[in-house]
């Protein structure tokens, strides 16, 4: 989301003495009452979040329901809202489409902000490109390289865009906007018809590359005095070498 | 002068308003000098005339005199339209976050809702699917909860190092309000619920429809579905008519202008939990649903933004600690990078999941270079690490939840500066 301006940290730019000794404090805890905090649900089984199956249920204990306030929905009522495709398809709605049908809509749609391959132009988001990269020092997270669910990205498409006018297209176009992305990605061909049995079985690159909470992951050590044991402070990155002091960095008119 | 453009020029608009001022001194510093014809021995001209009365302004404002904004990051997001505006820090007392000056996260502009037309529906794993209208919310008995907000990018922009300018847009990614709503709990016993549920979706009606996944054990806890902001309705960026209130989450998850909630039996995995708000390590693989913003703290005073120019002498360090997992307990300070640290007072009241004020008092003598931190810790036991510890950790590409010490270097002459140093 948030592209980086500094890519490299430079050296030492100033010195200052300091002298003492460590003397360390480990706070109290109490490590299930955190991991509670830190993860607020069972997960399935496995060392990868999963999407094909159920989770844990959780313990639920309701105060009676106050009579008279909430109406009923109907199904029409839902059908109408009920937008979220899940990671696994579920909920993916009737229609297809295919990289073929999809190209057209793309570019009339699409390619003014993604490029006409899926490659971003100015700050807007590839959608291709960066397979391999998620362990270098510029990782891009885009659907071939990071995308979790090939029904995700039907569900994204559908529910944001075009931009400037959400879910104003019909299933069969998002469909197959969501199968030329992937095309872009070679990911499927441009004749695959993508719908709510195939959407599914796409094996998204980094479907694997999801794991669960890994904190907390820093030690709990509070030391109060002579910490840096005679080590002299010396500041790593200086803010100046980019922006002066003060409100520089943003500001508050329009453009 | 290293104040802003805005600050600048109003303050030039308030020199030339006061006319053959007399500037004393010449510190380089915001201290007016004013207009010597309305201070002592003097009688000012507000108080040789009337003023204007009650309801001039039936909805009130803030001295026109008084300047501090939101602002936003050009470099940081394709357009305003899905961007970020930041909380000038520096520039709150206490811990509550006026309104106007709430920071703005969203990701398809901001929705004009006529609250007769807002409807909110609950379905999927529950015994009674309802549609609730605005009356029905406020009909069901409610809470008031402060509690802070803060954006899981906060800080962000500096995991490889410092680079922006001052306190707005190192933290400004945050603020802290009294919600007022219903306990989602109390709506989820009017649909009841099936067996098996184990998350729910949260559905915003923007323009993005921004969705997100929450475990059901949560909105049993402290989930709050808020109308009400510092005593009067949810201001617009902020989800008027009705917002998710998700105390101690990632704000990304506190889903605005709600329209909708579906309990489930699984996370839905959506673009917002997967392609982004998701923490990517170095081995590659990125963690996902990290909810929780862990404890963290800031100075305010000084920071860049308020200089300790021409001001040498008694300065009260202040700042803002806050913790998503509880009460901060804790908030020590350091002016020598570390080596040596105080612990600053708590200002009451201190509040779980809320900002919390800290003040310790120093001296500061021109010349004197110092680099001032602060560590907060809280209930759980969890203490703010340093940058280096969390680089560690997590190399520099998981852009969220960066929680470390910040440094503020105060060079010689009083100027503040971020940075990052050794530790």
Redesign the interface.
């Known amino acids: ?10 050296g ?3 010195v ?1 003495l ?3 000794i460590v003397q360390a404090q480990q ?4 490590s299930a ?2 991991s509670e ?6 997960a399935p089984p496995g060392d990868r ?3 094909d ?8 204990a ?5 009579p008279g ?5 109907t199904n029409g ?2 059908a109408g ?4 495709v ?2 696994d398809g579920h909920n993916l709605p009737p229609g297809s489409g295919t990289a073929k049908e999809g190209e057209e809509l793309y570019v009339t749609h699409c390619a003014a ?1 993604h490029g006409d391959f899926g490659e971003g132009l ?4 590839a959608l291709m490109g960066g397979r391999g990269s ?2 270098s ?1 510029q ?1 891009k ?1 885009t659907i071939g390289s ?4 090939a029904p ?1 990205v039907f ?2 498409i559908r ?2 865009m075009p ?2 006018a ?2 104003s297209l019909s299933n069969d176009e998002y469909y197959a906007i969501t199968a030329y992305v992937l095309f872009l990605n070679e990911l499927i061909g441009e004749d695959d018809k993508m719908d709510a049995a195939s959407l599914p079985k796409i094996a998204m690159p980094n479907r694997d ?20 044991q005679g ?1 002299p ?20 008119q ?2 | 002068m290293s104040l802003g453009k805005d600050l600048k020029s109003s303050s030039r608009r308030g020199l030339l308003r006061a006319g053959a001022a007399s500037l004393a001194s010449a510190g380089g510093v915001a201290q007016a000098a004013g207009n010597a014809e309305n201070q002592p021995p003097n009688l000012p001209e507000w108080s040789r005339s009337l003023g204007p009365g009650v309801i001039e302004e039936t909805y009130g404002t803030r001295s026109r005199h008084e300047t501090a904004v939101r602002r936003y990051v050009p470099w940081l997001t394709p357009d305003r339209v899905s961007s970020v505006s930041f909380t000038p820090l520096a520039d709150m007392h206490g811990i509550i976050t006026p309104s106007g000056l709430h920071f703005e996260r969203h990701h398809g502009g901001v929705p004009d809702i006529d609250p007769s037309d807002y409807r909110m529906m609950i379905h999927g794993m529950v015994e009674r699917p309802l549609i609730f209208t605005l009356e029905d919310l406020k009909r069901l008995p409610s809470v008031s909860r402060i509690h802070f907000i803060e954006c899981p990018a906060n800080g962000g922009m500096e995991w490889r190092g410092a680079q922006m300018s001052g306190v707005q847009f190192t933290h400004g990614m945050l603020s802290c309000s009294e919600w007022t709503g219903v306990p989602l709990k109390l709506l989820l016993a009017q649909t009841g619920l099936r067996a098996g549920a184990s998350w729910l979706l949260a559905e915003a009606s923007d323009a993005a429809h921004l969705a997100r996944s929450i475990p059901l054990s949560k909105a049993l806890d402290d989930a709050i579905i808020a109308f009400g902001q510092n005593g009067e309705a949810v201001r617009p960026q902020q989800g008027y008519p009705v917002r998710l209130v998700l105390p101690g989450y990632e704000g990304n998850m506190w889903i605005k202008w709600l329209r909708r909630i579906e309990i489930g039996d699984r996370p839905w995995f959506t673009r917002w939990e997967t392609r982004t708000y998701t923490d990517l390590m170095p081995d590659g693989l990125a963690r996902q649903f990290t909810f929780v913003n862990e404890v963290n703290s800031v100075i305010t005073a000084p920071c860049p933004e308020k200089p300790l120019r021409g001001r040498p002498g008694f300065v009260e360090i202040s700042g803002l600690a806050w913790s998503g997992a509880g009460r901060v307990t804790r908030v020590d300070v350091s002016v020598d990078g570390g080596d040596n640290w105080r612990t600053a007072t708590l200002q009451d009241p201190v509040l779980p999941k809320a900002l919390t004020r800290f003040r310790i008092p120093w001296e500061w003598a021109e010349g004197q270079t110092a680099c001032l931190q602060s560590r907060a810790m809280d209930e759980t036991g969890r203490v703010q690490p340093t940058i280096t510890a969390l680089r560690r950790a997590r190399g520099v590409e998981s852009i969220y939840h960066k929680n470390s010490i910040h440094t503020w270097l105060v060079d010689r002459d009083g100027t503040v500066v971020n940075v990052q140093i050794d530790a």
């Open positions: 989301m948030f592209r980086l301006m500094l890519k490299v940290a430079g030492a730019a100033a200052m300091v002298a003492g706070a109290p805890n109490s009452a955190i905090i830190y993860r607020p649900f069972t979040t999963r999407a199956i159920a989770w844990p249920a959780s313990a639920a309701l105060t009676a329901p106050i306030i909430g109406r009923a929905a009522e839902i809202w009920d937008i979220a899940r990671g902000c100015e700050r807007w988001p998620l362990r020092d990782p997270r990071f995308w979790q669910h995700g569900d994204y529910r944001a931009y400037a959400p879910q590359g999801f794991v669960l909470e890994g904190r907390p992951d820093t030690e709990d050590s509070a030391c109060m005095s002579n910490c840096r080590r402070v010396s500041v790593t990155m200086d803010s100046r070498r980019f922006v002066e002091p003060g409100s520089g960095s943003g500001t508050s329009p453009e």
